[in-house]
Nanobody
Framework: QVELVESGGGSVQAGGSLRISCVGS????????MAWFRQTPGKERDMVAG????????YYSDSVKGRFTISRDNSENTLFLQMHTLEPGDTAVYYC???????????????????WGQGTQVTVSS
């Protein structure tokens, strides 16, 4: 049974930094692409970053490019999202996601991610 558990969310002032994490279990972690999505009330869940199985190919949405960094530690089954220069517009619930396909997954295809964590709240105040 696939389980994804996020942690590290919280409140920060604009311009600050935060790192959130996600631990995966119930599957062979290193075989699947991983991603971070975020969602605000009344809006769709949007992909902000994705990473391939080896951690060498990454994808970022235009809204976070240059400020966020996605990485993974396959030895610890853990996904990270390092966020810098946070803005109030980054306020959202952040979800960790796993790809449907192993090995041939794509880090930049939002439709390819079908397993979700419970989410962690990130709040950026001005």
């Amino acid at each position: 049974q696939v389980e994804l558990v996020e942690s590290g969310g919280g409140s920060v002032q604009a311009g600050g930094s935060l790192r959130i994490s996600c631990v995966g279990s119930g599957y062979t972690y290193s075989r699947y692409c991983m991603a971070w999505f975020r969602q605000t009330p009344g809006k769709e869940r949007d992909m902000v970053a994705g990473i391939d199985i080896g951690g060498t190919e990454t994808y970022y949405s235009d809204s976070v490019k240059g400020r966020f960094t996605i990485s993974r530690d396959n030895s610890e089954n853990t996904l990270f999202l390092q966020m810098h220069t946070l803005e109030p517009g980054d306020t959202a619930v952040y979800y960790c996601a796993r790809s449907r396909l192993a090995y041939v997954c794509k880090s930049d295809d939002p439709a390819g991610f079908i397993y979700w964590g419970q989410g962690t709240q990130v709040t950026v105040s001005s």
